[in-house]
């Protein structure tokens, strides 16, 4: 399997831009998480989806932020507009669910706003 | 709310030496993961521990927890200069998917 695919691996943006993030899961994985990583604030979770539903988002920031999963093997991130603090590298992770719920993640992608 | 706390937070350590990285959490879970980072990647599952009493190990890594204290540990053993990553820890709310992460402990192993 080539594990969970992310694209693109590095955006370059500048302030107000619209940003979108995309994600390939695991064959066969039926929960889909977003999470951002900086050096402030560790590594959050923003989202998560089980087959294809929305479960929870309480870790999305605020409005600008948008998570979309139209059919079981991809998703996006939306981000618009981008603003500099939004610059982190974000993840994708899929899971299999039971027993073991365990998160494969993908390359993450980087972003910069400028 | 779920937190998940590690110490240290940085370790240097000699090659050859053995150490303990801890993960206390403050609610009750079933679950505790252990993820390794090298820098500029991805995180890794390294062990997912499933029951208090649960250990498991690869290589010279050992992982182990004690769901009463609410505790895992992860041993090193005879460190190499090639497991210098950052390890996190994680651990699930009870009755859904979602991880609580630590802030992770950067592992640096000097020749």
């Known amino acids: 399997d080539a594990g969970v695919i992310q694209s693109p691996r590095h955006e370059v943006t500048e302030m ?3 940003v979108t993030l995309r ?3 695991i064959s066969g994985h039926n929960s889909l998480f977003w999470y951002r990583q900086t050096m402030m604030r560790g590594l959050e979770l923003l989202i998560y989806f089980n087959n294809n539903v929305p479960i929870d988002d309480s870790g999305m920031p605020e409005d600008r932020f948008s998570a979309k999963m139209p059919n079981a093997s991809f998703s996006t991130l939306k981000i618009q507009p981008s603003e500099p603090r939004d ?3 974000y993840f ?3 899971s299999p669910g039971l027993p073991r719920y365990e998160q494969y993640f993908g390359p993450g992608t980087r972003l910069t706003v400028t | 709310e779920l937190k ?6 940085f370790l240097s350590m000699q090659e050859g030496k053995n150490y303990t990285i801890y993960c206390n959490y403050s609610t009750t879970s079933d679950r505790l993961y252990w993820y390794r980072q090298d820098p500029g990647k991805s995180l890794e599952s390294l062990f997912v521990l499933l029951s208090n009493g649960a250990v498991k190990q690869e290589g010279r890594l050992m992982a182990s927890l004690d769901t009463k204290a609410r505790l895992s540990t992860l041993h090193i053993t005879a460190a190499v200069h090639d497991l210098s990553a ?3 820890c994680a651990v699930d709310r009870g009755g859904s998917e979602k991880l609580v ?6 592992l640096t192993v000097n020749p």
Do not use: H
Request: proline share 7%; charged share 20%; aromatic share 12%.
């Open chain 1, 92 to 94: 994708c992770a899929s």
């Open chain 2, 86 to 88: 950052t390890y996190f």
């Open chain 1, 23 to 25: 994600c390939k899961p």
């Open chain 1, 16 to 18: 107000g831009q619209e």
């Open chain 2, 4 to 9: 998940v706390e590690q110490n240290p937070l």
């Open chain 1, 87 to 89: 610059s982190a590298v």
């Open chain 2, 101 to 106: 992460f630590g802030k992770g402990t950067k």
